[in-house]
């Protein structure tokens, strides 16, 4: 049994987090998981995370790495057919794609492929003027409660 969410409640009493609404909404509407490759993802440092996928059989000209805006894209195809007669076929050498959706500022900073295993290193990297800064408050010239009066001629009748 499946429950969908409502999230139109959430939309009408926050302001500025349509974006993660929005993820919320599209994970609850995925129906198939497909769990190949299997994947880690780790937080290395306070604004570094780590995912590494295992991806035996396949070359690094076989992979690719895709980053556009908030999505980080992982395929794989293979090369060539292998032709041999196999009794036994465990290791998997299908295509695949895999989806990372990133929060804003994470970017990708490396990737590796060793013994099987594609490691891939991201930063999230706040730029300078979205970063908490602190604002001087400005003293007032005229003592509080003061008030500015203004005079006029005073004309005899």
Known sequence: MRTTFDFSPLFRSSIGFDRMLNALETASRIDTVDNWPPYDIAKTAEDD????????????????????????????????????????????????????????????????LVNGLLTIDLKREIPEEMKPRRIEIAADKAPKGATKKIEGEKQAA
């Open 49 to 112: 995370y780590r995912i590494t996928m295992a991806v035996a059989g396949f070359a690094q000209d076989e992979l690719a790495i895709t980053q556009e805006q908030n999505m980080l894209m992982v395929s794989g195809q293979k090369a060539g057919e292998d032709k041999g007669e196999y009794l036994h076929r465990g290791i998997a050498g299908r295509a695949f794609q895999r989806r990372f959706e990133l929060a804003d500022h994470v970017k990708v900073v490396g990737a590796s």
